[in-house]
C-alpha cells in the first residue's frame, strides 16, 4: 500500500502544527507510515509528551487520513523527540517563519473559525453571531467578519452600526465590549446602506474579502469567527489559501436536501486541505409550550452529516422565536450554543497563548543543546 502511505504523507503536509503554523511534515513530525488491510499507521512525534495540543493534533492527522481512499481506520502513535531533533525542528520553524511572512495582522496562533453551508437560508449568520458573542462572554477579544458580501447581516444581528475607518493604512473594525470581553466587526454593511444592492461581480467581491483580512487592524484578536458565503465559490477559495489555519463549523438544517448540500461545503474545505470542526444542526424540532414536538424541518440531518464527515455533531438549534427577535434587536440569545463555546475554548480550536507547549520550549532547547 505504498501509494496509500505517499498519499496520506501528501495530505498531512497540509496539517499544521497549531503553535508554529507550519506543516507536520516540514517540521520533522512525521515518521516511516505505512498501511496495512485499509489501517494506516502513522507514527508522531511530539516535542513533549505533555502537549496539551497533542488531542488537536491527533485529531487533525486522522481526519485528513481518514479521507484518503481505502483508508478505513487510522492508528497513530506518539512518541517524544529527542533534542537533537527538537533543535533540527527549532531551526525549520525559523526558517519556514521567515519563508512565509504572515500577510495579515493574524498572528496564526489564532484560532480562525469559518461558519460554512451549502446553501442560504439555513441560519449561518445567526450561529456566526451567537458564537462571536458567547467567546467574547468568556472574556475573548473576538474579530469578526462578514465574508457575505452580498448578503451582509452582522451588523444587524450583533447590534452595531458606524463608519469604518482608517489609521496607518489600515481599516478600523468598529468594537463594542460584550461581556467581559469585545467584538471587533468589519462588514459590508458599514460600508454600504442596508438595502443598498451590491452589483459586484466575483472578482471584485474576492478582493474586498481580501481587503478586509489583510488591509484591517485584526492586532490582539484572541480568536477570528467569520460569516462566509454559502456554497464553495471564489470567496471560500481565498480564505483558505489567506488563513492556513482555520477551522470550519457547517451549518445544515435537519432536510435532507439541506444536508446533502452542506456535504458539498465540508467537501470543498477538506479539497482545500481546510479542517472541519463539526457540524451544527439549525431548525431542529420544536417544542411547544404544550410539551409536544414538531420536526417542522424533518430531522437527523445534522447527525448523518457529522456521522458522514467523521466529526462530531456540535449542537442541535431548535426552532425558537426569541431566537430570531433577538437577532432583529441585535441582542444574539442562543443559549444551546454555549457548550459549543466551551468546547472551541477547551478542545476544538483553544487559544493556543493559553495551551501552547512548543514555542516555551525553543528556548530551552536552544540553551540545551550546543550550536542550535
Known sequence: ???????????????????????????????????????????????????????????????????????????????????????????????????????????????????????????????????????????FVVGVLDADIWGFSLPRLLGMDGSVTAADGKMQPLSRPEGSGEIRLLSMGFLSGEDQALLWRGLIVQRAVQQFVEDANWAGIDYFVIDTPPGTGDIAMTLARILPQTGHIVVTTPALAAQRVAARAADFARRSNVRVLGVIENMSPFACECGTTHAIFG?????????????????????????AHGGDIGVPGMSTLDHVVQRLIDDLAPPIGRQGCTARLLDAIERAVPNS
Open 299 to 323: 430531522s437527523g440531518g445534522g447527525q448523518a452529516l457529522a456521522d458522514e464527515l467523521f466529526v462530531p455533531l456540535l449542537a442541535e438549534v431548535p426552532l425558537d422565536a426569541a431566537v
Open 1 to 139: 500500500m505504498e501509494s496509500s502511505a505517499a498519499a496520506i504523507t501528501e495530505r498531512l503536509t497540509h496539517v499544521l502544527d497549531p503553535e508554529l503554523g507550519a506543516s507536520i511534515v516540514e517540521l520533522g513530525m512525521v515518521g516511516a507510515i505505512t498501511v496495512t488491510d485499509g489501517t494506516a499507521h502513522i507514527p508522531l512525534a511530539l516535542t513533549t509528551m505533555g502537549c496539551p495540543l497533542r488531542a488537536r493534533i491527533e485529531r487533525d492527522v486522522t481526519e485528513a487520513a481518514r479521507c484518503i481512499e481505502g483508508i478505513e481506520k487510522v492508528v497513530v502513535t506518539m512518541s517524544e523527540m529527542a533534542p537533537d531533533r527538537k533543535a533540527t525542528l527549532m531551526d525549520t520553524a525559523r526558517r519556514l517563519a521567515q519563508r512565509d511572512a504572515p500577510t495579515t495582522t493574524i498572528p496564526h496562533t489564532t484560532p480562525v473559525i469559518a461558519v460554512t453551508s451549502g446553501k442560504g437560508g439555513v441560519g449561518k449568520s445567526s450561529i456566526t453571531a451567537n458564537l462571536a458573542v458567547g467567546l467574547a462572554r468568556q472574556g
